[in-house]
């Protein structure tokens, strides 16, 4: 079975800390993915990676920033945590082959962070 | 620009009796679909899947979903819904950047 994991399930840190969320897939996946959910908006995709040192900004990118030294790992980045990204955040990995018919992405079981 | 919508915030329904949670997209091509499950406390559950062909598609848990390109829509069904079965679930799509929709969360009541 495909594995994603997050470093830790709950998370409490203060304003203007340095805050480095981890994610570790082990599927050998080229892709993998930083989402944000918030109740009533969804998930939205803050960075993904398409290769190792490689990187997209997603639709919230702001405030963050992400690092992939290593292919199974993909680390988000809060420079200076503020209360407005209280949130959970969920890595996923998957695949190239988007065309294949067996694609999808693969979920972790979130990181619950509080920024007081 | 592109999106996922989904008109249900929060479904109420009883156990034993059907479900039917709605999805719609706006694409300008067909993108792939997806269908997760989240319980609480839970990370994401891929409960089913479209890329193409039959426009019915089988998933995990009893459920399926109905492809409609006419409508857009792309919407999620249980013939007789568990107590179990009480999630958020999120809508997808999927061309080379998975958008959700903003979920629909259930509550079956005995």
């Known amino acids: 079975d495909v594995k994603v994991t997050q470093s830790s399930r709950y998370l409490v840190k203060r304003t203007g800390e340095k805050v480095f969320l981890e994610c570790v897939q082990d599927?050998?996946?080229?892709?993998m993915f930083w989402y944000r959910q918030d109740p009533g908006l969804g998930l939205r995709l803050i960075y993904f990676s398409y290769d190792v040192k490689m990187k997209e900004k997603g639709d919230i990118p702001e405030g963050y920033s992400v690092s992939r030294e290593k292919k199974e790992r993909f680390s988000l980045i809060l420079e200076s945590a503020s209360t407005n990204q209280t949130s959970m955040y969920l890595c996923a990995s998957s695949s190239m082959e988007f065309d294949s018919g067996r694609y999808e992405q693969y979920f972790g079981p979130g990181t619950r962070l509080t920024v007081t | 620009a592109q999106s996922v919508t989904q008109p249900d915030i929060h479904i109420t329904v009883s156990e034993g009796a059907s479900l039917e949670l709605r999805c719609n997209y706006s694409?300008?091509?067909?993108?792939?679909l997806f269908w997760y499950v989240q319980s609480p406390g839970q990370g994401l559950q891929l409960l089913l899947k479209y890329f193409s062909g039959d426009t019915l598609v089988q998933g995990i848990k009893g459920f399926e979903a109905e492809f409609k390109r006419s409508q857009s829509s792309f919407n999620l069904r249980k013939p007789s819904v568990h107590w179990s079965d009480a999630a958020e679930y999120f809508c997808a799509a999927d061309d080379y950047k998975l958008s959700f929709g903003a979920g629909t969360t259930v509550t079956v009541r005995a």
């Open positions: 599927m050998d996946h080229e892709n």
């Open positions: 694409y300008g091509a067909t993108p792939y």
